[in-house]
C-alpha cells in the first residue's frame, strides 16, 4: 500500500526515474551482446578480439562517469538528460554505420558511457535528491525499468535483427530514443521546476544571501548576544 501511496504522490518523477533505467537498456551488456555475431562477423572481428574491445571500453568509460557524471550537480536535469538520450542515440546511430574497429570503439564508447552510465545516473540521482522520505522505495520503483527492458527488449531487438538486419535495428533504436524517450522525459518534467532545479545552486544563492553585508542585521545580532550573556548591571539609584 504504502508503494502505491507513494505512485499516486509522485507519478510523473517516479516515471522519469524509470524510464531513464529503462532507456540504460541500449548500452548494457545484455543488450549489446544480441549484436556481436553479426557485428563480429560484419567487421572480421573474433570472439576474443570483440571482448577485447569491449573490455577496454567499459573500463575507459568508467573512468570517465565521474567526470561527466559531476555536471548533473551543476545543471537543470532535463537539460541533462536529453543530453545524455541525445548522445545515446548518436552512439545507436553511429554502430548502425560502423565499417571499421575504430568506428566500432568509438560507438560502443558512446554507449557504455550514455547507456550504462549517464542514463542510470540520471533515474538514481533525480529520484534519490527529489524523496527526503519514502527514498529507498523511491528508488526501488525507479529501478524497475531495469527488469522491465531485460524482459521486453532481447525478445523484441532479436525479433527485428532477423526481419531488418543489426544495422536497420540500431539504426531504428536511435530514432526510437530521438522521438519516443526524448518527448516522454520532456513531457513528464517540464513544469517541475522543484525536480529539474540542481541542489548547487540554490545552496550557493543561499549561501552568498547570507553573506550580503547588512549592517542593521549586524548590530542587531550583536545586541542580541551582549543581552543574552552579559549580565544586567546595577543602576544607580537617584539621589534623595
Given at each position: 500500500m504504502q508503494f502505491i501511496h507513494l505512485l499516486r504522490q509522485a507519478p510523473r518523477q517516479l516515471a522519469f526515474g524509470v524510464l531513464h533505467s529503462f532507456g540504460s537498456s541500449f548500452g548494457q551488456t545484455f543488450l549489446v551482446a544480441l549484436f556481436v555475431p553479426f557485428i563480429s562477423a560484419s567487421l572480421a572481428l573474433n570472439e576474443t578480439e570483440f571482448a577485447n574491445i569491449y573490455a577496454g571500453i567499459t573500463i575507459g568509460s568508467a573512468l570517465c562517469l565521474p567526470i561527466v557524471g559531476r555536471w548533473i550537480d551543476k545543471v537543470d536535469i532535463l537539460s541533462y538528460s536529453l543530453a545524455t538520450m541525445v548522445l545515446l542515440a548518436v552512439g545507436c546511430l553511429l554502430i548502425s554505420f560502423a565499417t571499421n574497429v575504430w568506428m566500432l570503439i568509438g560507438a560502443l564508447f558512446i554507449l557504455r558511457l550514455a547507456g550504462q552510465g549517464l542514463m542510470t545516473h540520471v533515474s538514481m540521482t533525480g529520484i534519490a535528491r527529489y524523496f527526503s522520505r519514502n527514498r529507498g522505495r523511491a528508488l526501488?520503483?525507479?529501478?524497475?525499468?531495469?527488469?522491465?527492458?531485460?524482459?521486453?527488449?532481447?525478445?523484441?531487438?532479436?525479433?527485428?535483427?532477423?526481419?531488418?538486419?543489426?544495422?536497420?535495428?540500431?539504426a531504428g533504436s536511435g530514432v526510437f530514443i530521438l522521438l519516443v524517450l526524448i518527448?516522454?522525459?520532456?513531457?513528464?518534467?517540464?513544469?517541475?521546476?522543484?525536480?529539474?532545479?540542481?541542489?548547487?545552486?540554490?545552496?550557493?544563492?543561499?549561501?552568498?544571501?547570507?553573506?550580503?553585508?547588512?549592517?542593521?542585521?549586524?548590530?542587531?545580532?550583536?545586541?542580541?548576544?551582549?543581552?543574552r550573556h552579559t549580565p544586567p548591571r546595577n543602576r544607580p539609584s537617584a539621589p534623595v
Amino acid at each position: 500500500m504504502q508503494f502505491i501511496h507513494l505512485l499516486r504522490q509522485a507519478p510523473r518523477q517516479l516515471a522519469f526515474g524509470v524510464l531513464h533505467s529503462f532507456g540504460s537498456s541500449f548500452g548494457q551488456t545484455f543488450l549489446v551482446a544480441l549484436f556481436v555475431p553479426f557485428i563480429s562477423a560484419s567487421l572480421a572481428l573474433n570472439e576474443t578480439e570483440f571482448a577485447n574491445i569491449y573490455a577496454g571500453i567499459t573500463i575507459g568509460s568508467a573512468l570517465c562517469l565521474p567526470i561527466v557524471g559531476r555536471w548533473i550537480d551543476k545543471v537543470d536535469i532535463l537539460s541533462y538528460s536529453l543530453a545524455t538520450m541525445v548522445l545515446l542515440a548518436v552512439g545507436c546511430l553511429l554502430i548502425s554505420f560502423a565499417t571499421n574497429v575504430w568506428m566500432l570503439i568509438g560507438a560502443l564508447f558512446i554507449l557504455r558511457l550514455a547507456g550504462q552510465g549517464l542514463m542510470t545516473h540520471v533515474s538514481m540521482t533525480g529520484i534519490a535528491r527529489y524523496f527526503s522520505r519514502n527514498r529507498g522505495r523511491a528508488l526501488a520503483i525507479a529501478s524497475f525499468g531495469f527488469p522491465l527492458a531485460e524482459a521486453i527488449m532481447p525478445a523484441t531487438l532479436l525479433a527485428l535483427i532477423a526481419a531488418f538486419g543489426w544495422r536497420y535495428t540500431y539504426a531504428g533504436s536511435g530514432v526510437f530514443i530521438l522521438l519516443v524517450l526524448i518527448p516522454l522525459a520532456i513531457l513528464l518534467i517540464r513544469g517541475d521546476s522543484k525536480f529539474r532545479n540542481a541542489p548547487t545552486r540554490s545552496g550557493e544563492s543561499a549561501k552568498n544571501i547570507s553573506r550580503k553585508p547588512d549592517r542593521h542585521g549586524r548590530r542587531l545580532h550583536r545586541q542580541h548576544r551582549s543581552n543574552r550573556h552579559t549580565p544586567p548591571r546595577n543602576r544607580p539609584s537617584a539621589p534623595v
